[in-house]
């Protein structure tokens, strides 16, 4: 009775079953720590089972159904000098450490990004998105990471893990070169560059970020208003048609009652003009001395960005882009882009067009 009592106080069948969703390392709890000699050591696919013996990391198990003997205990064998014999019972720590992949991890920059954009000067940039993170050398995250806490969660990591991430997000989006407005189209190439410039800070954790997402890169909401405003200006157009347009509708709308209100302001202003024709007690007022008015003042010369290498040019006027077609710097291929546009087009099919009909084609191939 004695005997079977001292054999229970023994663990012989050593395992994790894992129902949460945030638990990345856990510690195998048992009386003593005391472990029995040929104990069973069972580590499921996505786990693994590290020794902490004497505070020491000792072995590490991947996946798999062990015997613990000396034979698959040679770290532990080596520091208790087990070599002619093994003690049995044994103690030790067993830390089951989760491998799988712990998804949808959020991260963002708690304060604006300062760049320079080639369009619109110094902005503040803000980012946001999502990453995965895993575990890829157990003993390595025990001994940096976890230490001796007995059930570690992702939630605990998580906060360095972000730092990381926006230190490096904030180097990468500042020195890009890119304008702001084709971020959103690059967020992808944007993204591997980060998730390539924190793989050698978080490899000394013993993770790694399998993937990494940016999701949005935004600028503060006043100058976003100002787009706003810039892009419906774009769209208005001609501002006079515009207004021409809204009076006309307004006047076929009898419900509105704005038709009624404008047209007794179009009879108020018919009689001021009337009034002001008229001389002194209803008599033809004088012909008013020829005015010259001056002429209109030329539009401005429409300006244009070249893409290239990922980078962009400019920009530059009709006269310029003719001087770089001419030296071949400009081919209708080339990526383009003006105020106004919904996105960047090659050259030849936009109003650049005409400037290649000048160019000769290539020569014929000789013989």
């Known amino acids: ?8 106080e023994f663990v012989d069948v050593i395992s994790w079953l894992d129902d949460t969703r945030d638990t990345m390392v856990w510690r195998f ?5 005391a472990i029995k000699y040929g104990a069973k050591l069972t580590v499921r696919e996505g786990q693994a089972a590290v020794f902490i013996h004497e505070g020491q990391l000792a072995d590490v198990f991947g996946p798999g159904l062990y015997m613990l003997e000396t034979n698959n205990l040679p770290v532990m064998t080596t520091l208790q000098h087990w070599d002619h014999g093994f003690q049995s019972p044994f103690k030790s720590e067993v830390y089951f450490v989760n491998t799988t992949r712990f998804n949808d991890q959020k991260w963002g920059t708690k304060n604006p990004i300062m760049a320079r954009d080639p369009e ?5 940039l803000r980012a946001f998105g999502t990453y995965s993170m895993r575990v890829t050398d157990p003993g390595r995250f025990m001994t940096e990471v976890v230490g001796t806490d007995g059930e570690f969660t992702a939630d605990e990591i998580s906060l360095q893990i972000r730092n990381v991430i926006v230190q490096a ?19 992808g190439d944007l993204g591997k560059v980060i998730a390539g410039a924190i793989g050698p800070k978080v490899a000394e954790y013993g993770l790694s970020i399998p993937e990494f997402y940016i999701e949005n890169i935004s600028l503060p909401e006043e100058v976003e208003k100002a787009l706003d405003r810039r892009t419906s200006m774009g ?12 009076t006309a509708e307004a006047m076929g709308n009898p419900a509105s009652g704005a038709g009624s209100a404008m047209a007794t302001g179009a009879g108020l202003g018919v009689g001021m003009g009337m009034a002001q024709n008229m001389g002194p007690w209803g008599a033809p007022a004088a012909p008013p001395a020829a005015q010259h008015t001056p002429p209109p003042p030329p539009p401005a010369a429409r300006e244009w960005h070249i893409a290239e290498n990922g980078a962009t040019k400019g920009p530059f006027d009709e006269a310029a882009l003719a001087g770089i077609v001419a030296s071949g710097g400009l081919s209708r291929t080339t990526m383009v882009w003006s105020a106004g546009m919904e996105g960047w087009k090659p050259a030849g099919e936009t109003d650049l067009a005409p400037l290649f009909a000048r160019v000769p084609p290539p020569p014929p191939p000789a013989g």
């Not at 619109?120 to 503040?124: A, I």
């Not at 997000?169 to 967020?187: C, E, F, K, R």
């Not at 769209?235 to 809204?246: C, I, P, S």
Request: hydrophobic share 45%.
């Open 169 to 187: 997000a904030s180097q990468v989006l500042a020195g890009s070169g890119i304008p702001v407005l084709d971020m959103a189209a690059n967020t």
């Open 29 to 33: 709890e048992r009386r003593g720590q």
């Open 1 to 8: 009775m004695v005997f079977d009592f001292l054999k229970g």
């Open 235 to 246: 769209v208005v157009g001609d501002l006079n048609r515009y207004m021409q347009f809204q």
């Open 120 to 124: 619109f000067g110094p902005v503040r």
